[in-house]
């Protein structure tokens, strides 16, 4: 009698005890992200782009694991700006000289070779505002984001719409006639050094 008091008292219920704790577990997670995109949209309200605070967490996760490892000798936030966009770090992308003025696409690197007024640049296929990837639109010579409407002159400069800036650009040089674009190395459209990250071709 005693032995199956104990059997008794030791499972008193069956494996449906086991889902419930997971179901509920489910649920406060759900729950809790929830929350918390409803606390950042009270906050901040339509104006500022939760997609684009999302990235940017992802980015100082990312630089925040590298400086562990590596220390600030490296450029950390390009690093982690292209692992969290899934593009190798410190990667160099080569490309002919574009002969004429005009953009060139490159979607698979997520870059943009410009030629305009005898300076080759290279920028960021995403806008600024929302990361969308922008369109070459040559018969009004510049860049469109479809998303927002902004639009930028053939070099990048912003010129309206909701992007904050103007197009990113990566460091660029010539080598043995071919065009060498570091794509660890996105300088942001408002900051120094942007309008001189381009080289001469005549």
């Not at 995109?37 to 990235?55: F, N």
């Amino acid at each position: 009698m005693s032995e199956r008091h104990a059997t008794d008292r030791h499972d008193p219920c069956t494996g449906a005890c086991t889902d419930l704790g997971a179901d509920q577990d489910r649920r406060g997670f759900l729950r809790d992200g929830l929350l918390a995109v409803a606390a950042l949209t009270a906050i901040a309200g339509d104006a500022v782009p939760l997609e684009a605070m999302a990235r940017r967490l992802t980015t100082g996760l990312a630089v925040a694991a590298l400086t562990a490892i590596a220390g600030d000798a490296v450029p950390l936030e390009a690093m982690a700006r292209r692992l969290t966009t899934g593009l190798a770090v410190g990667a160099t992308v080569t490309y002919d000289i574009p002969a004429t003025d005009g953009a060139t696409i490159d979607r698979t690197n997520r870059v943009i070779l410009i030629r305009h007024q005898g300076m080759i640049y290279a920028a960021d296929l995403e806008c600024p505002h929302k990361g969308t990837m922008v369109q070459w639109q040559p018969a009004e010579q510049r860049f469109f984001c479809p998303k927002h409407k902004s639009t930028f002159r053939p070099e990048g400069t912003r010129i309206q719409g909701k992007s904050p800036r103007s197009l990113d650009r990566y460091a660029v040089r010539l080598e043995g006639g071919k065009v060498i674009v570091d794509t660890a190395q996105p300088v942001d459209g408002d900051a120094t050094g942007w309008a001189q990250r381009g080289v001469r071709v005549g």
